[in-house]
């Protein structure tokens, strides 16, 4: 597919702190693909905190492909169809959900400030939380009640990708567990491709938190939201485990 690609005919659709889209324009064969460029720009604290993680579009292209190659052959659908360069990716154009999932195992982050607990706290069982996709907003958490009351989008959709999201912190934490590493949570976005709920977006350090299994050492995007340095070392070190995948 790569050498079929003709660069003239690629539209900006969108660009984002992580990644630009593109759509490719007149191609018949190709309106329902997207092209995914991952960038080196790296944010935190939405946007408050700006910088570069040298080589982060090639670590995440990397991470998204491999791991998204291993879903897919777990049976998650998804939206990857191949890696095509360094930092670019082929997928199939979806019609997003509004929302986002994130699945967590232990407290960290802003659910470890909200309740009040120390990081690292293993629950019981793994928390779910939904939250509507707005940067002006900070992404605030909904529930289930939203979804209709504000038309975002078929409750029975939004159920579907949950059930989905759990499959995948299942296969995952299993994955990195064999690669000693914990998953402590994540975050997953999904879409619609003739009427099938499918995972999109990335997978990647900047949507995980990562934590080695003895060290209990950052192995993620923390790094650079904490300045705790050796970003581009942890990066390369998850590129390594899902190269495996
Ligand atoms: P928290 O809510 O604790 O800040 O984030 C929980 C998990 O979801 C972390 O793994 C974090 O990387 C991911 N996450 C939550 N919101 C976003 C977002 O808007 N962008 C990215 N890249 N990751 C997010």
Known sequence: MAESINRGNLKKIYEGKAKILYEFSGEEDKKDLLLTYFKDDATAFNGQKKGTIIKKGEYNNAISASLFKFLKNKGINNHFIEKISEREMLTYHLKMLPIEFIVRNIAA??????????????????????????????????????????????????????????????????????????????????????????????????????????????VDKDRFRRDLGKVEEAYQRIVDITSQC
Not at 113 to 124: A, N, Y
Not at 133 to 145: A, H, V, Y
Not at 198 to 216: G, V, Y
């Open 109 to 218: 982050g802003s659910l470890a400030k909200k309740m009040g607990v120390e990081e690292g706290v293993k629950f019981l069982s793994p928390v779910i939380e939904m939250c509507f996709k707005s940067d002006e907003l900070g992404d605030p958490m909904i529930n289930k009640s939203y979804l209709k009351a504000f038309d975002l989008c078929d409750p029975a959709d939004a159920s579907k990708a949950e059930k989905i999201a759990l499959e995948i912190n299942e296969i995952l934490s299993k994955f990195f567990d064999d690669n000693n590493i914990i998953v402590v949570d994540f975050k997953l976005e999904f879409g619609l491709y003739k009427n099938e709920v499918m995972l999109a977006d990335e997978i990647t350090p900047d949507t995980m938190r990562l934590w080695d299994k003895q060290t209990m050492e950052k």
